[in-house]
């Protein structure tokens, strides 16, 4: 979970959820880095005392060069949490996770990197309107990467 409380953008992690794979930790990881990412440049657009301040970043962001965060923070309902934050990935971050998970483990399949880009980003409007099959194919290919993959960090 990412969260921003004045100046600092924290990202904590559930130690009861550390007994999967070690890819998958670190795929959250860096899940969990684009949210701070995002956190960040809101708070350099609107930043007022070391928090978010919503009048002024309802103005600063159409001045700025984030036109993707804006479309964002407006269709969404002028939200900045995660959300918002998710649709964005949803639509835009896939690629970029799934090349971190095959930097982080080249052995890993093209396949089951893209299955787990998607995870935390079920119910996005971008996973909503795959198809069917292809959403079963994702989940699938996911639990059947996690049935077999290493929860030792050397590995």
């Known amino acids: ?12 992690f559930n130690t ?13 990881f ?3 880095m684009i949210h701070a990412e995002m956190y960040r440049k809101l708070l350099t657009l609107s930043n007022v005392d070391g928090n978010i301040d919503r009048g002024k970043l309802d103005k600063m962001i159409k001045g700025h060069d984030y036109t993707g965060l ?12 995660e959300k918002m934050q998710h649709e964005l990935m949803g639509a835009h971050y896939i690629g970029i996770l799934k090349n971190f998970l095959r930097q982080v483990d080249p052995s890993i399949s093209t396949s089951d990197a893209e299955a787990m880009a998607w995870r935390g980003l079920v119910g996005t409007y ?3 309107i795959k198809s069917t099959s292809e959403k079963k194919r994702l989940l699938d290919a996911y639990e059947n990467w996690a049935k077999t993959a290493s929860t030792n960090c050397n590995n």
């Open 70 to 81: 804006e479309d964002y923070y407006i269709r969404y309902g002028k939200s900045i949490g």
């Open 16 to 28: 009861n959820a550390l007994n999967r794979p070690t890819l998958d930790i670190a795929r959250t």
């Open 1 to 12: 979970m990412s969260f921003v409380i004045g100046k600092n953008i924290t990202i904590t």
């Open 126 to 128: 971008t996973w909503n």
């Open 30 to 32: 860096m899940h969990e």
